[in-house]
């Protein structure tokens, strides 16, 4: 089993849409959780930390749900340039220090005019 | 401010040749992580460097080593490369080793 997994899509939803992606992630120790956006052909960027309590970033929601092992973004009235992968990724900590970022495939966005 | 650089932007290699790739952090990070990106796949952890030691290593060969500097700049070396080598490598650098890491443009390898 994939230590994040997320469904790879694509997902083409029309543009002012209400979108939502899932990801799970297998290792408990797991202990930071982040949402990256990659562009095509480009770097990923961060797009938000995801905390227990459930954050927001204007359009952007996420979850985090530790008993499940179960992360959720949602974006609201998508634009145009939502258009773009969006990376799942999980830190553990151990050994007194951060093991690297693990990511998920991405979930493959499109928005449609 | 400058950003996460990385050269060269794009490389072609024969099989069973090396190559090395090199980093330069953003201002004020002094640690770096490298990362390799296959086609249609999130990027894989390789390891990361941080006061010129390896710290933490991904599920890589010791074919793929690397090196910090005292001016935190990076290197990667992949030694004897395999087809499965060709990916985009990236690099990523933070304030210490729990910071948040911002990315570089990345080196697009092609192993023929």
């Known amino acids: 089993r994939k230590e994040v997994e997320q469904d790879p899509g694509p997902f083409n939803v029309p543009e002012g849409a209400t979108v939502a992606f899932n990801c799970t992630y297998s290792?408990?120790?797991?202990?930071?959780f982040f949402w990256y956006r990659q562009d095509c052909r480009k770097e990923p960027k961060l797009l938000m930390s995801v905390y227990s309590s459930g954050n927001e970033d204007g359009r952007f929601t996420a979850q985090l749900n530790r008993a499940s092992q179960y992360i959720s973004l949602l974006i609201r009235d998508s634009k145009l340039s939502d258009s773009a992968t969006y990376l799942c990724v999980v830190k553990r900590y151990s050994g007194g220090g951060a093991d690297g970022l693990t990511f998920g495939k991405g979930t493959h966005l499109i928005i449609q005019p | 401010d400058a950003g996460v650089t990385q050269s060269p932007t794009h490389l072609i290699k024969t099989r069973g040749q090396q190559v090395t790739l090199r980093c330069s952090p953003k201002?004020?990070?002094?640690?770096v992580s490298w990362y390799q990106q296959a086609l249609g796949q999130g990027p894989q952890f390789i390891f990361q460097?941080?006061?010129?030691?390896?710290?933490q290593r991904g599920n890589f060969p010791d074919r793929f080593s690397g090196h910090q500097f005292p001016n935190y700049s990076s290197e990667l070396n992949v030694n004897a490369l395999l087809l499965g080598d060709s990916a985009l490598y990236l690099c990523?650098?933070?304030?210490?080793?729990?910071?948040?890491?911002?990315f570089g443009p990345g080196t697009r390898l092609t192993v023929t």
């Open positions: 990523a650098s933070s304030l210490g080793r729990f910071g948040e890491q911002y």
């Open positions: 201002s004020g990070h002094d640690t």
């Open positions: 290792n408990s120790a797991s202990q930071s």
């Open positions: 460097y941080y006061e010129e030691e390896e710290r």
